[in-house]
């Protein structure tokens, strides 16, 4: 069984245990992040240490571990599970206090650091010819989205409407506006243009969002940071879904609503073939991800 690395030490699952006083548990007191990696190769993990300490200074935490300890940590995780594509989950909590008490206090307990590795399937060839399905729902999360908390009460429900409706992802939908899917950032192609939501407080700034305009902007293609209108969504010629595990996904269909013409689109399909051959000089050492 892979190792997981758990307060300062590297221990098999079974003894990777934590306090029930710890306030991850207890309160959702704590924040994530979700590192993908290929053939041992973490993709951008810079940025996503950069924003786990966004994530932390919003809930008035300083990060552990310094970069260099993080950067052991990792390599140490994906050695022990050997595969083209992997993923690294990294969580951290406040810790676990005497007693139960909503307050933290000048005097917070040690936090509680945990970081694990895991193989991710290859993505289903059909997808391709498919696309996935959504369907829209009004957003219920509070007004820090941008900070990747552990208190995804919210997403799983979301996230299980999906399921109940032979759906993949949930659309959210604040003051009128697409703002991002449950467990994804979102896009939408219209006459040719790449949108999407511009980074605030209402979504999670995504590391494989901002690569994808990353990529864009690389191959000359035209795109935009703008606010969606909700009833545009079923307009549009194209829609994605992106996220670290996901990479870039089309949504072919929208509750009842067609996309396009019911196939992933030709923009689409550039972006895809960029994203992947991105993923293929990585793994061969020709870009430090």
Not at 61 to 67: E, F, I, Q, S, W
Not at 121 to 136: K, T, W, Y
Not at 250 to 262: A, E, K, L, Q, Y
Request: glycine content about 6%; proline content about 8%.
């Amino acid at each position: 069984m892979p190792e997981i690395f758990l307060n300062g030490r590297f221990v098999a699952p079974e003894q990777a245990t934590v306090s029930v006083m710890d306030r991850g548990f207890l309160f959702g007191d704590g924040v994530y992040e979700v590192i993908p990696a290929y053939h041992g190769r973490t993709l951008r993990a810079d940025e996503h240490l950069d924003r786990l300490d966004h994530s932390l200074a919003g809930i008035r935490m300083a990060n552990p571990l310094a970069r260099a300890d993080w950067a052991a940590v990792f390599e140490r995780l994906l050695a022990g599970i050997p595969a083209p594509r992997q993923a690294i989950y990294v969580q951290v909590t406040r810790g676990a206090p005497p007693v139960r008490d909503h307050r933290f206090g000048p005097e917070a307990p040690a936090p509680t650091v945990l970081a694990m590795a895991k193989t991710v399937p290859a993505r289903d060839p059909a997808l391709a010819e498919r696309g996935i399905a959504a369907i829209v729902r009004d957003d219920p999360r509070w007004k820090r989205c941008d900070l990747k908390v552990v208190s995804l009460v919210a997403a799983v429900l979301l996230q299980q409407d999906a399921a109940d409706a032979d759906a993949l992802e949930t659309i959210l939908v604040r003051d009128g506006l697409a703002v991002e899917a449950s467990t994804s950032n979102l896009f939408i192609v219209r006459d040719g243009c790449i949108l999407t939501p511009p980074k605030d407080w209402r979504l999670l700034p995504g590391i494989t969002r901002d690569l994808v305009l990353d990529l864009a902007r690389e191959a000359s293609l035209p795109f935009e940071e703008a606010d969606i209108p909700a009833e545009t969504l079923s307009q549009a010629d194209e829609v994605w879904i992106t996220s670290s595990t996901r990479e870039v996904m089309p949504v072919t269909r929208i509750d009842d609503s067609t996309i396009g013409d019911g196939r992933p689109g030709p923009v689409w399909r550039h972006i895809d073939g960029l994203y992947q051959a991105y993923k293929a000089r990585l793994a061969a050492g020709a870009t430090s991800g």
